[in-house]
């Protein structure tokens, strides 16, 4: 019953590598679509949130007001840390019940946990995963893809990518590393060449 971490930073290929470990039969879970049911009206991390940043980051339908809260923590290292202090440990155990649900489908299925902040969000539980497949490209190269695919500025660029962590510490954690600084089919390959060594069934890898 293989959870495998997926992560990556900004703009590395990482959602091109969730869909196709899903093509190869994968079960996927997203940490982020899990962070935002997590704060969805009515959940006991929502409250939190309202208790500990005030009123105003919850708009006049009960939603979590986003760009409220986001003017607050941005620049101020506590309050993301609070933040994170809360939405983290929900998310994790949303996360272990999607785990056991798949499992529960099928105890033979692979679920791939998609985890963006996984390096950020250790802190709050081990990095307790059969494998860790980061997906990597370089500074330079997620730079271009932001501003050339997506519109930004470099100057933001550079600051989505700095908030977030480094390569080396993402890869300091990785059992698999996908080298995404190519083309989309080299990508692709190597992605199906993990699938077939680790996770195929009748794989050795598969049978440990």
Do not use: C
Request: charged fraction near 30%; aromatic fraction near 4%.
């Amino acid at each position: 019953m293989p959870v495998v971490a997926l992560t990556g930073g900004i703009a590395s290929g990482k959602s091109t590598v969730a869909a196709r470990l899903v093509e190869h039969g994968a079960v996927l879970v997203d940490a982020d679509r899990l962070a935002r049911e997590v704060v969805e009206p009515g959940t006991p991390a929502l409250a939190q949130i309202a208790r500990r940043f005030g009123p105003g980051v919850i708009d006049t339908d009960g939603l979590l007001n986003r760009p409220a809260l986001g003017a607050i923590v941005f620049g101020d290292e506590q309050s993301l840390r609070d933040l994170n202090a809360i939405t983290h440990p929900a998310v994790w155990r949303l996360a272990k019940e999607r785990f056991a649900e798949a499992f529960a489908s099928d105890p033979d299925v692979v679920v791939v946990y998609d985890v963006p902040l996984l390096v950020e969000a250790s802190g709050d539980r081990p990095l307790h995963f059969d494998r860790v497949v980061v997906v990597h490209a370089d500074r330079e190269e997620r730079i271009r893809r932001l501003v050339e695919l997506r519109g930004l500025s470099r100057e933001e660029a550079e600051r989505r990518l700095d908030a977030q962590a480094s390569d080396a510490e993402r890869l300091a954690v990785a059992d698999e590393v996908i080298d995404a600084n190519g083309t989309l089919n080299e990508t692709l390959r190597q992605v199906d060449e993990l699938w077939r060594r680790r996770f195929a069934p009748g794989s050795p890898a598969a049978q440990e």
